[in-house]
């Protein structure tokens, strides 16, 4: 399996670099043999880079722990669901998995594109992702293959880091990596058009799915990553914008930045700039993160450490940013309209406006980030800035964006009139209005908790009363029954209803958010046997302590009596586990969950004769967020499903 596995990366490199020179000899004698020879070597770079992960996997499910990396990342007690995890633990093994999945990503494009390679465009595109795919191979088989060998073979490995030993953490890297790699592919296609001059639409059309299903990715990878952080770290919160957080929704928003953008343009064939300029940025955004976790140059209790690969990621970056600044600034020509936006009072303005906070938040974020880096070139000391200041420059802009996130539906395209304007806003202005009152009366002072309910509220109204609209307008001119009328527009208009309930998801984390950091209750009490602490509505007695042993791990629990408003509910369990060959033990959190809040406890100490420290905290509303997520991942799913009509022949 080692040799298989480095021959077949060396193959895949070989194959990669086969393809650029294919089609380059291709293009320079304009001779389609060539062409597709190129395209079929991409094929093979697929099949090579299989080969490589199958061997890799193997290796893990045979603990062979003569290999570098499986003796770094797992052990034999470590439970086999696991083991498929270890596969990306570790940089060597990610790294291979990104360049595996871009492999595969490069044969489905060569595939569906097979009858395309007269077209000018395609010999481009395909040159374009080998170069990639070539950059993130040369990297396994130069620098860091995970198939070295050490000079003995151990007697067991170092196992999984305990934190890792999650069932999110099976689904939170991989979704996460199929989105960064996704938008390799509408990036390849942006690139090609620049080069062969053929800038028109169609780009944006052929990429459409594969920028929502990549940005679908990356918002599952998100919410993972925050459902992982929030009952395995035991810290009582799901975001907390730490660096490679960080990495993770700049590329999120500057893609929901083009997705928006890329909508326009096809409506109206304008914004050409701004969406060559922003799949660019995520392009390079999405390598950015990838650089953040393997360069060391911050500190993450998500990145590798220093790997050596920062330096390469830093490389290809400006190399990437450099030719695309020269390509747009060559073309810049070609991609300007003679169309422009016929007024500030127009949906294309609304879109526009909320890129530019999309874009902000962005910026904020990014600086926020990497402010460390700055703060030790200038004072030669590492400054860092914490949730405080993320939160006081990206509240109010979230806000303006969940404002503008409302108006959008209530404005017409091109312009919109003032009667236009009142009739639209009277409902769901009016229903805002009267649910900001009711709550201010209610007891809810604080400002931003205060205007994020009342924006919510607008959102969700404009929302339902274009759901209304639709199936209103339906029955009218087809005379079904409005029950029959509304999933059938629904339906018919996917693509457009898929992006109200991402919105209205949207609308329910804002919610989700807002009410477990505005009113979050938090306590720590040490108990003896028997002992109780209240917080909020809720009574918890100390009843009992008892450890066992349990696979890999030493188990800790205690077994906590909950009381809510005076009536006893289900007991509920807290650990502390010991892990095989872990230094620091680790604290499992025990969750009651509802949409009205979240009961939170996690045992961070155990003192003697059976004495234990209790960590509870009440998260309200936070239920809402993760149904948010829910919401923005089918909508968004809605959004691509295909309308069952057959594409003319291009």
């Not at 290809?316 to 009072?345: N, Q």
Request: net charge positive; glycine share 8%; hydrophobic share 50%.
């Amino acid at each position: 399996m080692v040799t298989l596995g480095n021959l077949s990366q060396s193959a895949a490199f070989i194959c990669s670099l086969l393809a650029m020179v294919l089609l380059l000899i291709g293009l320079m004698r304009n001779d389609l043999r060539f062409i597709e020879a190129g395209r079929r070597a991409l094929t093979g770079v697929a099949v090579f880079a299989s080969m490589a992960a199958f061997s890799l996997a193997r290796l893990f499910m045979t603990d062979n722990f003569q290999v570098e990396y499986v003796a770094s990342y797992s052990d034999r007690a470590l439970p086999i669901f696991y083991k498929a995890t270890s596969f990306w633990a570790g940089q060597k093994g990610s790294l291979l998995f990104w360049a595996w999945v871009l492999s595969i990503y490069i044969a489905m494009v060569a595939f569906n594109t097979r009858k395309e390679t007269t077209r000018k465009n395609t010999p481009y595109i395909y040159l374009v992702l080998a170069a990639i795919v070539s950059f993130f191979f040369l990297l396994l088989i130069t620098v860091s293959s995970p198939f070295d060998l050490l000079a003995y073979m151990p007697k067991d490995g170092n196992g999984l880091n305990p934190m890792l030993q999650n069932p999110g953490m099976i689904f939170h890297p991989p979704t996460l990596f199929l989105g960064y790699i996704g938008f390799t592919i509408p990036f390849a296609y942006a690139i090609a058009s620049l080069i062969s001059g053929e800038i028109d639409p169609d780009w944006l059309k052929k990429t459409r799915r594969w920028n929502i299903l990549s940005w679908i990715f990356l918002t599952i990878g998100i919410i993972l990553g925050g459902q992982w952080a929030y009952v395995e770290l035991g810290w009582g919160g799901y975001w907390a914008w730490d660096p490679v957080e960080n990495a993770s929704f700049i590329p999120w928003l500057v893609s929901t930045a083009f997705i928006h953008t890329s909508i326009i343009q096809e409506r109206r064939n304008i914004m050409k700039v701004w969406n060559m300029s922003l799949i660019v940025l995520t392009f390079l955004t999405c390598i950015f993160g990838t650089y953040l976790v393997r360069s060391g140059i911050l500190q993450s209790v998500h990145d590798f450490g220093a790997t050596g690969l920062g330096g390469y990621f830093l490389i290809f970056m400006i190399v990437v940013a450099l030719g695309s600044i020269i390509l747009i600034a060559e073309s810049y020509g070609d991609l300007r309209t003679e169309h422009s936006l016929e007024s500030l009072i127009s949906r294309e303005s609304t879109f526009l406006f909320n890129n530019v906070i999309l874009l902000a938040i962005a910026f904020s974020t990014f600086f926020g980030t990497i402010f460390p880096l700055i703060s030790e070139v200038v004072t030669g000391n590492k400054l860092t800035v914490g949730e405080p200041f993320f939160n006081m420059v990206n509240t109010p802009l979230f806000l303006l964006l969940l404002a503008i996130t409302g108006l959008c539906p209530l404005i017409s395209w091109r312009k919109s009139s003032i009667n236009n304007l009142k009739q639209n806003f009277m409902y769901p202005f009016g229903l805002a209005f009267a649910g900001g009152v009711l709550m201010f009366g209610l007891g809810i002072r604080e400002f931003y908790p205060l205007v994020a309910f009342t924006l919510s509220i607008f959102v969700s109204a404009t929302i339902v009363l274009e759901f209304i609209g639709g199936a209103r307008a339906r029955k009218k001119l087809t005379g079904e029954v409005i029950l029959l009328a509304f999933p059938k527009v629904i339906w018919k208009l996917r693509r457009r209803y898929g992006g109200y309930i991402v919105h209205f998801g949207v609308v329910l984390v804002v919610i989700g958010i807002t009410g477990s950091t505005a009113f979050k209750l938090e306590k720590e009490v040490t108990l003896q046997r028997g002992g109780t602490m209240s917080i909020g509505d809720y009574t918890l007695q100390y009843k009992d302590f008892n450890s066992f042993q349990d696979r890999n791990r030493t188990v800790y629990a205690a077994t906590i009596g909950v009381v809510k408003d005076g009536k006893a509910v289900n007991d509920m369990f807290t650990e502390r586990r010991y892990y095989i060959n872990a230094k620091q033990p680790t604290t499992e959190v025990s969750l009651r969950m509802s949409l009205k809040e979240d009961l939170y406890l996690t045992m961070p100490m155990i003192g003697k004769n059976d004495e234990i420290t209790i960590k509870a905290a009440v998260n309200p509303l936070l239920g809402w967020g993760w149904l948010g997520g829910v919401f923005m991942v089918v909508g968004g799913i809605m959004a691509i499903i295909p309308s069952g009509k057959r594409r003319k022949a291009v």
